[in-house]
């Protein structure tokens, strides 16, 4: 895993590579003073999983909101390429490369 974290104002964005199936791309630190996030991947796939204690991550991929799609069909593993949002209250969030393919992925983390 090899990430940035920049303060752009305020929203924070996390830039994240890997070359393994179940890889870390990206570990954020504390979160919880966002609301709204957006993710995309320029290369792999990758899942999204949540902490709401900060130490203890659901066993299961976060659904995403495929917003390249008129329906914002809801995902659990990504498509490079496209921009997927969601919501909610957390400490930390993780996003794994899901698949062979080496994953370079973007986090946008703000307010909502």
């Given at each position: 895993m090899a990430q940035t974290v920049q303060e752009l104002g305020n929203v924070l964005l996390y830039e994240g590579t890997a070359t393994s199936?179940?890889?870390t791309v990206i570990e954020t630190g504390d979160v919880s003073r966002f609301k709204g996030f957006k993710i995309m991947s320029t290369a792999g796939a990758v899942d999204v999983l949540v902490s709401l204690d900060?130490?203890?991550y659901a066993t299961s991929p976060h659904s995403l909101d495929d917003l390249t799609d008129e329906l914002n069909?809801?995902?659990?593993?990504?498509?490079?390429?496209?921009?997927?949002e969601f919501f909610g209250h957390y400490r930390k969030i993780?996003?794994?490369?899901?698949?062979?393919?080496?994953?370079?992925?973007?986090?946008l983390c703000y307010p909502k």
């Open positions: 199936d179940d890889e900060g130490t203890n069909t809801p995902v659990l593993v990504t498509v490079a390429g496209k921009v997927y993780k996003v794994l490369q899901n698949g062979a393919t080496a994953a370079t992925v973007d986090l």
